[in-house]
């Protein structure tokens, strides 16, 4: 059991299990009802994504952009999404992701290190 780290609209792999979605917003020109059958998201989770500010540092400043991001995970909410996902990778299969194409210069790369941090099972 482990948690996948994907890029949304990808191929889904075997067994990944529930595909959430870490993002701002949902994607353009897609209606709700096909979002998981284009394999982009079973669940909306944008409580994990960064703010609008920050997506607009994270092109400018990746280093800023990522303390910025840790700090916003920090926030009480964000802290129990990461803990209860990670308590649920231990005897569940799902994905987190982002639709961004390199996972280097994306916040699901930091959110793979929370979720290492917090003890969760990654695949």
């Given at each position: 059991?482990?948690?996948?780290?994907?890029?949304?609209?990808?191929?889904?792999?075997a067994?990944?299990?529930?595909?959430?979605?870490?993002?701002?917003?949902?994607?353009?020109?897609?209606?709700?009802?096909?979002?998981?059958r284009?394999?982009?998201?079973?669940?909306?989770?944008?409580?994990?994504?960064?703010?609008?500010?920050?997506?607009?540092?994270?092109?400018?400043?990746?280093?800023?952009?990522?303390?910025?991001?840790?700090?916003?995970?920090?926030?009480a909410?964000?802290?129990?999404?990461?803990?209860?996902?990670?308590?649920?990778?231990?005897?569940?299969?799902?994905?987190?992701?982002?639709?961004?194409?390199?996972?280097?210069?994306?916040?699901?790369?930091?959110?793979?290190?929370?979720?290492?941090?917090?003890?969760?099972?990654?695949?």
């Open positions: 059991m482990a948690i996948r780290i994907v890029r949304l609209g990808s191929a889904r792999a067994k990944e299990g529930l595909r959430l979605g870490t993002v701002r917003r949902p994607p353009r020109g897609v209606r709700k009802a096909d979002y998981a284009r394999n982009y998201y079973d669940v909306w989770l944008p409580d994990l994504a960064p703010s609008s500010r920050l997506v607009a540092l994270a092109q400018k400043d990746w280093p800023g952009f990522t303390k910025a991001y840790r700090r916003e995970m920090k926030a909410a964000a802290e129990r999404l990461i803990a209860l996902l990670a308590a649920l990778s231990q005897d569940a299969d799902f994905s987190v992701g982002c639709y961004c194409e390199e996972e280097e210069r994306c916040h699901r790369s930091i959110l793979r290190e929370l979720l290492a941090e917090h003890g969760a099972r990654l695949a």
